[in-house]
């Protein structure tokens, strides 16, 4: 694969997720009590919520693991009030601040950034909306320059938070001294419709919680590296418009995900996937956007891929479900732990994520191994080593055991 080295990195990434902890087995259980009048659905219920990949997702909303009779968000016969959209909004704007700031937070002191430092935010999300909004509180929580960029990414879906970090490296590559913070939170659960229809059990079975944070920028001395940024590239693939929808409804947002995306991504994928690459069929890192078992299974079977190079986003779905736009940087945190505990050397490949419309997002990863980045020429505020780097010189980065990658 040819990566082109443009001294870009991801250079500190940070995840978070509510408390509250669903079952998938326990849910499946519960949901199917609420469907007792609907055998069908229940049915139907049952198989997607086994087959979907998902073991245990999280919520912000304890309710949620009320029993069936108690719960609103469940099809019932109670007379208990659905939660309507103003009630889920408020949630949200209750709920989705703690999480950006806890995960934004560890991004920073993952890339050993200062706030002070951050030119650009770009927030992230498509399960809520106010204003002011998510970007003021950072600011304020964060510490960050009141004369930040602000720019806010709403409603966009799930191919959202790549489009962040592609806009991110973009930036950086434009102006030499920008530190972009992106920040994606997004609160799935509380769009479950109280419905017997397949689409809203669809999407009641694979989604939860989450917020995810990633700094981008070109770094410098002290600072930290984990991914290099190569080319991205973006395409609303044809004819397509109708299999992905989400709009908002009386009782939160409506979900309609129809079950031909898969096969759609097999067919229009490997032209724009021939775009970025160039030809080269021989990445090493595949970061995909989990948005169902069954994308993972297509980009697998598509490019012959591993159980290995497919395992951090087939993890992240079945030990958090689908979290929409934030997902992305749990699959690439989650490779970056993995290439840590192996001892792995410099690794080239692909990140990609799909959304509404339907969208395509991709761009050229680089790993970067920590030995390589002459930790013994930066000092932590302690004055003791960072386990970490140098990246003065542009030829560092470009550099892994003294050869050029």
């Given at each position: 694969?040819?990566?082109?080295?443009?001294?870009?990195?991801?250079?500190?990434?940070?995840?978070?997720?509510?408390?509250?902890?669903?079952?998938?087995?326990?849910?499946?259980?519960?949901?199917?009590?609420?469907?007792?009048?609907?055998?069908?659905?229940?049915?139907?219920?049952?198989?997607?919520?086994?087959?979907?990949?998902?073991?245990?997702?999280?919520?912000?909303?304890?309710?949620?693991?009320?029993?069936?009779?108690?719960?609103?968000?469940?099809?019932?016969?109670?007379?208990?009030?659905?939660?309507?959209?103003?009630?889920?909004?408020?949630?949200?704007?209750?709920?989705?601040?703690?999480?950006?700031?806890?995960?934004?937070?560890?991004?920073?002191?993952?890339?050993?950034?200062?706030?002070?430092?951050?030119?650009?935010?770009?927030?992230?999300?498509?399960?809520?909306?106010?204003?002011?909004?998510?970007?003021?509180?950072?600011?304020?929580?964060?510490?960050?320059?009141?004369?930040?960029?602000?720019?806010?990414?709403?409603?966009?879906?799930?191919?959202?938070?790549?489009?962040?970090?592609?806009?991110?490296?973009?930036i950086a590559a434009r102006e030499a001294q920008a530190k972009i913070l992106v920040v994606?939170?997004?609160?799935?659960?509380?769009?479950?419709?109280?419905?017997?229809?397949?689409?809203?059990l669809f999407g009641a079975s694979f989604f939860g919680d989450g917020s995810s944070a990633?700094?981008?920028?070109?770094?410098?001395?002290?600072?930290?590296?984990?991914?290099?940024?190569?080319?991205?590239?973006?395409?609303?693939?044809?004819?397509?418009?109708?299999?992905?929808?989400?709009?908002?409804?009386?009782?939160?947002?409506?979900?309609?995900?129809?079950?031909?995306?898969?096969?759609?991504?097999?067919?229009?994928?490997?032209?724009?996937?021939?775009?970025?690459?160039?030809?080269?069929?021989?990445?090493?890192?595949?970061?995909?956007?989990?948005?169902?078992?069954?994308?993972?299974?297509?980009?697998?079977?598509?490019?012959?891929?591993?159980?290995?190079?497919?395992?951090?986003?087939?993890?992240?779905?079945?030990?958090?479900?689908?979290?929409?736009?934030?997902?992305?940087?749990?699959?690439?945190?989650?490779?970056?732990?993995?290439?840590?505990?192996?001892?792995?050397?410099?690794?080239?490949?692909?990140?990609?994520?799909?959304?509404?419309?339907?969208?395509?997002?991709?761009?050229?990863?680089?790993?970067?191994?920590?030995?390589?980045?002459?930790?013994?020429?930066?000092?932590?505020?302690?004055?003791?080593?960072?386990?970490?780097?140098?990246?003065?010189?542009?030829?560092?980065?470009?550099?892994?055991?003294?050869?050029?990658?």
């Open positions: 694969m040819k990566f082109i080295h443009r001294n870009i990195a991801i250079q500190g990434l940070g995840t978070a997720v509510p408390e509250h902890k669903l079952d998938q087995a326990d849910t499946s259980e519960r949901l199917g009590q609420a469907l007792a009048g609907y055998p069908d659905s229940r049915r139907w219920a049952k198989r997607i919520f086994k087959q979907c990949g998902v073991e245990t997702r999280y919520t912000v909303e304890p309710e949620l693991l009320n029993p069936a009779d108690e719960c609103r968000y469940f099809p019932n016969s109670s007379d208990l009030t659905v939660p309507g959209t103003a009630e889920r909004m408020d949630t949200y704007k209750k709920e989705s601040v703690p999480l950006a700031l806890k995960s934004a937070r560890q991004a920073l002191q993952d890339a050993r950034v200062d706030a002070s430092a951050i030119t650009h935010l770009i927030t992230v999300s498509c399960t809520g909306q106010y204003l002011p909004g998510l970007d003021t509180h950072l600011i304020r929580e964060l510490g960050l320059p009141r004369t930040v960029n602000r720019i806010p990414f709403n409603f966009l879906g799930c191919a959202a938070g790549l489009k962040g970090v592609c806009l991110g490296s973009q994606s939170v997004e609160l799935c659960t509380l769009h479950i419709q109280p419905s017997s229809r397949r689409e809203a990633c700094v981008i920028g070109m770094p410098k001395t002290g600072e930290n590296a984990i991914y290099q940024l190569g080319l991205d590239h973006s395409v609303l693939l044809a004819d397509s418009a109708d299999e992905m929808i989400w709009e908002v409804g009386d009782h939160g947002f409506d979900l309609y995900l129809s079950p031909d995306i898969p096969k759609l991504l097999s067919r229009f994928v490997p032209e724009q996937m021939e775009v970025l690459l160039g030809g080269s069929r021989d990445a090493e890192l595949w970061a995909i956007h989990p948005g169902g078992k069954g994308i993972v299974d297509t980009i697998e079977q598509l490019y012959g891929l591993s159980g290995e190079q497919t395992a951090s986003s087939r993890a992240i779905l079945r030990n958090f479900g689908n979290m929409s736009s934030a997902t992305i940087l749990f699959v690439l945190a989650h490779m970056r732990d993995r290439l840590v505990e192996t001892g792995a050397k410099a690794a080239s490949g692909v990140a990609l994520a799909f959304g509404p419309g339907l969208t395509c997002e991709m761009i050229q990863i680089q790993y970067v191994p920590q030995h390589s980045l002459h930790p013994e020429k930066t000092s932590s505020p302690e004055g003791k080593a960072f386990p970490g780097t140098d990246h003065s010189d542009t030829e560092t980065l470009l550099k892994v055991d003294g050869a050029h990658v």
